[in-house]
């Protein structure tokens, strides 16, 4: 084996044959976080950036850090956006003299501004890729220096993005690093990439090419000539191959020299897949004269890909990319990860059983594409250009520019195999569509379009078009190599069933273009349950069977290049008024990471490993007639054969089908013990409660203490963590309870004063009265209420009653406690039997989201 290298077109140099094993040099770089010790303050503030600026009265932080990490979940406020400012000081270690020093930052949202010694360096714009500066000629060692950065994340029409279903956290939310060089280096200045850029233009099973390029600087006093070895090195860190490469002509004071290089043919290369990511690394090192100058490491998988009308390829071939997304936020801690969370998460991802990973909507921190190198996903990585546009050139710019970043600083990731750079761009259009707007949306498309292939012509390019933006005619569509779409079928518009057919017609029509579903979701409460699941319930299982079924229809579509899951986690949405406020829901993860039921589905569906998991979500039920006590439970697993029992009483056996099995279980008033037993001994096991409320009403027997109902709604809710309220009825003849008259009305609007928004956000509208056929005795009535239709005072007012004594008289939700606002009121009643909730109106129809009667001694 041997690599011949050229510069110029040229052959300069070659060492052949395998060497052995040889130390790879301590790169003469300096590298360190400067994390700690930053101080924080809101701006805008005057005179932050000059040196003898008092900051003490300032916050101290440490990085990474953001000033909404809590107030972008405040129901009672908007977040900020606007300036923030942080400053540190700086002191600086004798032995980097002579070095030329840059300060890197890995991500600051959205516009950075950054001063050294109250000398400004730069600005820089965008709140999702890397950024540099020099900063040689503006610190001192004599003392300490003084680094200020302006930060704002204010709304700007010429920025991307505009308009998106995700918080934009303001702050410095990524590391920032001191970087120290020889005055010859490779380039640090090329937007903040590596300085070195190493391809594999050639993959078989059988050999590969290595290309490599980039461009050495000479920062020094006097000209120079230099000498680059080429390493590449094996997962175990020993030399594989080496090559130098003499440059032919001197660099002068100040210059540049660009280089490129190609190898000969390498024999077997063990290729990265997801199966085996195997990883070699691609070092360069730089000398003048035999001082080793400068060196940087980069990875390098041996892999190659492909898309067409019938799937995904990869390494020739074909592969499902069964994938998710993720967003970079977590709760308390907004997008200001560590990197351990950072690599958590996509440790998460591959666990789940997933081997694609699309990084939405905006390029990512370094740590997940180490992490997706090393375990083994492919990625699809994109910039934010989300929703709308601003017909303005400097939008356009700064769109372009994002993009450029984006490919040149993770270019060397073998996980990458999709440049995004629009996603749903029709979505959100402005108001009035200006002339001209759609013709310029595509004139962008086609601009990002050449400029992905520009910088990078070996990686497939991507955009995800919304369900109405699927070739509407305005030709976005066309221009990428793959279509991705983001499709909720089920959800937002029409059935499960639905979505199949959709693709099929689809592919009919454009059988040569490779179609990948890059979102698909349907949003959960751990608290909402149901046994009658509809869209938009946020029920644990509507969600669990929008999933089975939407998985199962693209699986038999083998032309499918592959599919994304939407979300692998909640994530943080500031405008979301959900049943959690500003949370998107459609996680198969809640917030906190805990996995929800639906991920094991995946799983039992992806895993090799065996998989046993009975759903536990819905882990406290009522009922209160006797067709209630026979309720659904469900396990995933991808074992041939499952035996469930309930407190130690078999059920029966199941073959689970799309890796699920349901049984109906009679459950017993208490706790019942559910396990699963399947293979050799493997066992999952969940207790559920389940409080058989036919006992409340069971005179003279009456055990159970607590009634509640969730007024207005098909399913349940747990409130205050473990009170079960239950799904609305009518009253019929025989009780037990249930409602008169009324209509069923439901807001998504966060609800204010509590934190059991699903409680309040279902009503009963125009009821006369609830009907609770009790024993005698003493009960404690509460009575939950909401307005969710009118702002003003006087247009719904009534009174309400139990067993004729007055709770409300006059009641006017909306002038007496405002829209969307909780409001409880609790009464003591004896009665001889039964309980009557009357309502009486005055002005509108009454309303009600909530009864819970609790029988006292």
Partial sequence: MSFSFRHGGFVVGALAGLLLALPLLASPRVRYTINEGWRYAPGPVERAEAVDFDDAGWERVDLPHTWNAEDAFDKSRAYRRGVGWFRKRLALDPSLRGKRLFLYFEGANQVAD??????????????????????????????????????????????????????????????????????????????????????????????????????????????????????????????????EQDLPVMIPPGGRLPFDATSTYLDAPRLWSPADPYLYRFVTEVYVGDTLADAVSVPLGFRWFSADGDGFYLNGEPLFLAGTNR???????????????????????????????????????????????????????????????????????????????????????????????????????????????????????????????????????????????????????????????????????????AFGTFLDTLHAAHPDRPLLISEYGAGSDERVHTLEPVAFDFSSEHQQAYHRSSFAQMQARAYLAGSGVWNQFDFGSSHRQDTKNSINQKGIFFFDRTPKDIAF????????????????????????????????????????????????????????????ATWQVPFQNGDNLIEARAGDGQRDAVMIHFADRINFFDFPNAREAVFAVNAGAHYQVIGGGTTVWEADRAYAEGGPWGHVGGEPKRTHHR???????????????????????????????????????????????????????????????????????????????????????????????????????????
């Fill in 327 to 497: 967003h970079q936020d977590r709760p308390g801690l907004g997008n200001a990860l560590p990197n351990a969370a950072h690599r958590e998460d996509v440790r998460i991802v591959k666990e789940t059983g997933f081997n694609f990973l699309r990084l939405a909507h905006y390029p990512q921190d370094p740590a997940v594409l180490q992490e997706a190198d090393r375990l083994g996903l492919v990625v699809w990585e994109e910039v934010p250009v989300v929703n709308l546009i601003t017909m303005s050139e400097a939008f356009a710019d700064h769109a372009e520019t994002m993009l450029v970043e984006m490919i040149r600083q993770h270019y060397n990731h073998p996980s990458v195999a999709m440049w995004g750079y629009m996603n749903e761009i029709m979505l959100r259009e402005p108001k009035p569509i200006p002339e001209g707007y759609y013709e310029a949306v595509l004139e962008l498309t086609k601009r990002l379009e050449a400029r992905t292939k520009a910088e990078d012509p070996t990686r497939l390019t991507v955009t995800a078009q919304s369900f109405h933006e699927v070739y509407n005619g305005k030709g976005v569509s066309d221009v990428p190599d793959i279509l991705g779409m983001n499709l909720y079928f089920g959800w937002y518009y029409h059935d499960f069933d």
């Fill in 114 to 243: 950054v001063f050294v010694n109250g000398e400004a360096l730069g600005r820089h714009v965008g709140g999702y890729t890397a950024f540099v500066f020099e900063v040689t000629d503006q610190v001192s060692f004599d003392r300490e220096n003084v680094v200020a950065v302006r930060v704002d994340n204010s709304h700007d029409d010429d920025i991307p993005p505009l308009n998106a279903d995700f918080t934009f956290y303001g702050g410095i939310y990524r590391d920032v690093w001191l970087l120290a060089t020889a005055p010859v280096h490779l380039d640090v200045l090329d937007h903040a990439a590596p300085g070195l850029y190493v391809g594999t233009p050639t993959v078989t099973p059988d050999s590969a090419l290595v290309d490599n390029r980039g461009v050495v600087v000479n920062d020094s006093d006097e000209a120079v000539q230099v000498r680059l070895v080429h390493r590449l090195l094996d997962a175990e860190g020993a030399t594989y191959h080496e090559m």
């Fill in 601 to 660: 589905y995946y799983e039992a569906k992806l895993r090799d490993t065996p998989v046993l998991h009975v759903a536990r979500e819905w882990d406290r039920r009522a009922g209160s007639s006797v067709a209630d006590r026979t309720q659904p439970v469900w396990v995933y697993s991808n074992w041939r054969e499952v035996e469930l029992f309930r407190n130690g009483e078999s059920l029966g056996k199941q073959t689970p089908d799309n890796a699920t």
């Fill in 751 to 857: 609800i204010y004063g509590t934190d059991d928004d699903p409680l309040f956000q279902a009503t009963q509208e125009g009821v006369e009265a609830y009907r609770f056929d009790v024993p005698p005795g003493r009960y404690e009535v509460e009575l939950a209420f909401t307005e969710i239709q009118h702002d003003e005072a006087g247009q719904r007012v009534f009174d309400v009653e139990v067993n004729g004594a007055p709770v409300f008289t006059h009641l006017d939700l909306a002038g007496q406690h405002g829209r969307y606002v909780a409001v409880t009121r609790t009464i003591d009643v004896s009665t001889e039997g039964g309980l009557a909730v009357t309502f009486a109106p005055y002005a509108g129809i009454p309303t009600i989201s909530g009864i819970l009667i609790r029988r006292l001694p």
